[in-house]
Structures are given as C-alpha cells and as structure tokens.
C-alpha cells in the first residue's frame, strides 16, 4: 500500500512540474536609486530654462543648497521569450519638501507617507513567431535616431519594428496630447473638448542599414500633425485663432569607426505651414558631428551641434527657427535634449532630477562646441572633464522661453561651461562622485540685470554636487 502511495504522489509530482512551464510568469526586477546634494547660485530645485537674468535670481543671486532623491522601478512579466508586460515607476522627492500629501515630486519632510508614485511606461511588448516583427504598445520610452534632439520622452504610442537582413525599420505612432485647446504662452486654457478634436500626433519612420559591421547609416520621416489652438512654438499675430498644421521633418544619420576613432553624426530639415488666418512658413534644420577615440587610460570626445533660428520670428511671417518637441501641459515644456554636451548648466544633464535647470532648456536656436575627456584611473576610480562653448544661433533673445528685456545683447556669445567628476565604485552596482560646474557668461547677458539707467551683469554661474547612484 505505501509503494502505491508513493507511486502516485510522485506521479503527480511529475505532471505537476511538467505543467509549470507552460503555465509559469517569469518575474524581472530592475531600476535604480540617486540620490545627491547640490549647492548652486543657478538652481533652484526647479525645472525648465533658467536665465542668469531671471529676476529670481537677479545680479548676484544665492547660493541654494538642497538633496534630492530617484527611485525608479521596473517590473516585467515575461510570459514567454515573444510576450511580455514592461512597468516602470518612478519615486522624486527634495529632502524637506513637504509630507502627508498627494503628488509627484514630493514627500521628502518628516512624516513622510505622501502619495508620489509615477508611472512613467506601461506597454505590452511582444514579436509575431516566424516573422522579423516586433511590437511595443503602450506608454513607453521614445527617443528619436538623433540623440535626442527631436523627441527624448515617455509616450502612448504604436510602434512595428521589422528586421531585414543587416537593417530594420520602424513605423509609429505616437498621441502626445488630446482636447489641447491652450492660447499663446498659457497652459491654463487647457480644455476637454471631443477627445480626437484638438490633439497633437507624431507618425514616425525610421530606417537603419548596416552597410558594414564599421559603417552604419539611417534615415527618418517625422510627421506633427497638430490640431489645436495658437501656440506650440509658433507665434502668430494673433492668440487666439486654431491652427491646423502639419510639421515634416526629414533626417539622416551615419557611423564609422576608423580604429581608435569613431566619427557619427545627423542633419534633420523641417518644414511646416500653418493653415489658420495667419499663415507662417516655418523651415529649420539641426546637424551634429561627434568624434571620439581612445587615448591613454581613457576616451577623449569633441561634438558640435548647430540648431537654426530667428532674429524675426513673431514678426513676419516665415520662421527659419528648428523647433524639437516639446509639452503643452507642462511648465517645464522640453520632452527633447542633448545629453551628448555632458553640460550641467548650459545644457540639461542626463543625472538631473526634479531640479533639471539650463539655460539652453530645449534645442533650438543654439550653436555649441563640446570636449571632453573620461578617464579610468583603476578598475574602480574614474574622472570626468568636458568643456562647452554655446552661442545662440541668430540675435534673437527668445530662444527657449524668457526674454531679456534689459540693455540688449552684446553678442550671440552665452558663456563657457567647464565641469568635472570624480568617481569611485564602491560596489559593481554603487558609485559615488563629487561633481562641479562653472559657467563663464559671455557677453549676451552683459548689461542685462538692474534697470536701463543702471544696467549691471549678472554673476556666473556655479553647480556643486555630491552623489550616490544605485542600479540593479
């Protein structure tokens, strides 16, 4: 009777483990934890541009110093290696800030227990079995084959990517926002009309070809197809009349490497026209070039990157401005960037948490010369140097947001940054650096603070920052 038992029971316990896989979730976990401090005349814990002219900080501004936090968390459910659910979240606070609240970006005073959890993608990620296909739909992670400088979001969207031979090709569509009815610079007009109405979409097609394993190339179409109210960087006569446009951005992009060096770069041209009484022709266009290469224990890197203005837009009607995309429900608007500059104040830095401050907050109306250097002094310590050297594209003084409405420009020169790290792994997955920045303003902000009758210049500014990075 006992061997019958037995028999049985291990019966079962076959069936039952040959069952599981069939049945079976498996379960990933990743993401990361940053936490820093910072001490700077510039930010101010905000997002979005910051001038050196801004009356909040006005000629000789002070010195903040304040910690912030990150945690960003990533499930997946993988069902099988064609099918899977990706979740990210993320937690932001400023040490101090407030507790006992609902929001994001909060949470950080004593008490703490706030309601701050963000969901940054949600998406079903999944190939067709015996097909090139793959798909990813959802909110999710877009960035364009531009480094950025396009579009560098989280987004609902489509996207069908096909891999055929030594390239592959990607067909999209992305909604950024719908029953959008905002009026020239205000996001307080924002409205619920008919869902479908008032919407901004983005069509993406984007090509690559490996011509060799050292030589790749790509191209891509970007359509904005924008339905909605004045607004959306445009600056007609009038604020208050619909505009119906489509904004055509065409591009191309290209890498070799030619042992120990490695040269890539792009060139994007748009064009648009607004539909409305005001009718504006927009043409703009962006290019990059990067060169980097090894050089004793580490990599040195030289970059430019050149984005057209205008010194009259809003006063004719033809606008020669490159416009990335941006948000028109958020204050801090920029959903692109150049983390290549590796700026910490010039340009927004890839570390930035909530206190994501620059002067040159979205890519537009910018010319900038980027070096740095990366070195790894032993396996575990590491050191950073980059110098940046930015000017505006033409005169005109309302490239990104703010005007300076003091004494003028006296050049096109905005300043030189130099910043540095010095960091040290304390475990595979832990590192700690000291970081710092300084930019020396040029003569585009010279006479810019105080009044007409007494015009004065604003004080550089300076970045120092302790900080603490976990991933896993």
Not at 54 to 63: C, E, F, L, N, V
Not at 348 to 358: F, L, S
Not at 400 to 429: C, M, P, Q
């Amino acid at each position: 009777m006992k061997k019958k038992v037995l028999a049985v029971s291990a019966a079962c316990a076959l069936t039952a483990a040959t069952a599981v896989p069939a049945l079976a979730l498996e379960n990933e976990f990743h993401g990361m934890f940053r936490v820093f401090g910072t001490m700077s005349n510039f930010n101010d814990g905000g997002s979005g541009r910051l001038l050196p002219t801004d009356a909040t900080t006005g000629r000789d501004p002070k010195t903040r110093s304040f910690v912030e936090q990150r945690a960003r968390l990533m499930y997946i459910a993988k069902a099988n290696d064609d099918l899977k659910l990706v979740t990210h979240f993320e937690i932001d606070s400023r040490w101090g800030d407030n507790s006992y609240a609902n929001g994001r970006n909060s949470g950080g005073a004593i008490g703490a227990d706030t309601v701050n959890l963000e969901t940054k993608n949600v998406y079903l990620d999944f190939n067709i079995p015996s097909t090139p296909m793959n798909f990813k739909v959802g909110i999710q992670p877009l960035v364009d084959s531009y480094k950025g400088v396009f579009f560098n979001t989280d987004v609902a969207a489509a996207l069908a990517t096909a891999k055929l031979g030594n390239g592959s090709v990607v067909v999209g569509f992305a909604r950024l926002d719908d029953a959008d009815t905002f009026t020239l610079g205000s996001a307080a007009g924002r409205s619920t009309s008919t869902p479908g109405k008032a919407k901004r979409d983005l069509y993406i097609v984007d090509g690559k070809y490996n011509i060799t394993k050292d030589v790749k190339v790509g191209a891509s179409y970007y359509l904005l197809n924008v339905d909605q109210k004045a607004g959306d960087n445009f600056v007609p006569t009038s604020t208050t009349q619909t505009y119906d446009y489509m904004r055509h951005t065409f591009g191309v992009n290209a890498e070799a490497k030619f042992a120990p060096l490695t040269l890539d770069g792009f060139l994007l041209y748009q064009t648009a026209r607004t539909n409305g009484p005001d009718k504006i022709d927009q043409k703009g266009w962006a290019a990059n070039l990067t060169g980097k290469g090894k050089l004793g224990p580490g990599t040195l890197k030289a970059s430019f990157l050149y984005a057209s203005g205008d010194s009259k837009r809003g006063t004719v009607r033809d606008d020669n401005t490159y416009y990335g995309i941006t948000n028109e429900t958020s204050g801090a608007n920029g959903e692109h960037s150049f983390y290549e500059s590796d700026m910490m104040i010039l340009f927004r830095n890839k570390y930035n948490i909530t206190g994501d401050r620059a002067i040159v907050y979205n890519v537009t109306n910018v010319i900038g010369g980027f070096v740095g250097y990366n070195a790894n002094i032993t396996p575990k310590a590491f050191a950073n140097v980059n110098a940046g050297f930015v000017a505006a594209a033409t005169g005109n003084d309302d490239f990104g947001s703010a005007r300076v409405t003091i004494g003028g420009h006296k050049s096109d020169y905005l300043g030189t940054e130099i910043n540095g790290e010095i960091g040290y792994k304390v475990f595979d997955n832990l590192t700690a650096s000291l970081q710092g920045a300084y930019v020396f303003l040029g003569d585009y902000y010279k006479d810019t603070v105080g009044t007409a009758a007494n015009p004065q210049t604003p004080r550089d500014p300076y970045e120092g920052r302790i900080m603490l990075n976990y991933a896993f």
